[in-house]
């Protein structure tokens, strides 16, 4: 079965900080990737998702890029965070072709002050 | 489009009394419908899906799911809650595509013991 590493956990940064959060899988080949960004601990926004390497697909625009170098790695990038950027950011991937169900990671908390 | 929608925002119960958490639908076609559970501070787990077949679907935890077409319903249901079942619910929809999870709202269940 797969498994999600998401790292870092929990990050404090400045506004106007560049951020990287990496989504690492294991136990399954061109996983169907996804991030999504959770605020306020309850409805979760679709941000980005990817079907392979170096395919990115965006949800809504954004202060935020995605970037996908290798077939279970997965990057969630900003040049300068705003304020608006603080949530619980997850990282999912697509298990049964076809189906819709999803993975997740255990998530990385960023705050943003 | 498809969609899912979660009435309540909070649901209390007191523990060994049956929960149900309400998750209705709005579909053209066969929906496929799921449920999701979210401990504080970690990723979502996978409860349980509906694609076809049977309407009462079982998942994980002792918790089963009620598929009602002319209601357009698909309630979570356990017959006696814990208080370890205390955490945040999301009902999703999956309308195709590689991209088109869409979840609810959530709805906080808090078993009182």
């Not at chain 1, 498994?3 to 929990?10: F, G, K, L, S």
């Not at chain 1, 601990?41 to 079907?51: D, K, N, T």
């Not at chain 2, 009902?91 to 595509?97: I, L, P």
């Not at chain 2, 869409?102 to 808090?110: A, I, W």
Request: proline share 5%.
């Amino acid at each position: 079965s797969q498994t999600i590493h998401q790292w870092p956990a929990t990050l404090v940064q400045p506004v106007g900080s560049p951020l990287s959060l990496e989504c690492t899988v294991e136990g399954t080949s061109n996983p169907n990737l996804y991030w999504y960004r959770q605020a306020a601990g309850r409805g979760l926004q679709l941000l980005f998702y990817s079907v392979g390497i170096g395919q990115i697909s965006s949800e809504v625009p954004q202060n935020l890029s995605a970037s996908r170098p290798q077939d279970r790695q997965f990057i969630l990038s900003s040049k300068k965070l705003l304020l608006s950027d603080s949530g619980f950011y997850l990282c999912a991937e697509g298990g049964e072709i076809n189906t819709g169900e999803l993975f997740f990671g255990e998530g990385s908390r960023l705050t943003v002050l | 489009a498809q969609s899912v929608a979660q009435p309540e925002d909070q649901v209390k119960v007191a523990e060994g009394n049956p929960l149900t958490v309400k998750c209705t639908y709005s579909v053209s076609g066969n929906p496929y419908l799921f449920w999701y559970v979210q401990y504080p501070n970690r990723g979502l787990q996978f409860l349980l899906k509906y694609i076809t077949g049977d309407n009462l679907v079982k998942g994980s935890y002792g918790f089963e799911a009620e598929f009602n077409k002319s209601q357009t319903s698909f309630h979570l249901k356990k017959p006696s809650a814990l208080v370890s079942d205390s955490a945040l619910y999301f009902c999703a929809d999956y309308s195709g595509g590689y991209q088109k999870v869409t979840f609810g709202t959530g709805t906080k269940l808090q078993v009182i013991p």
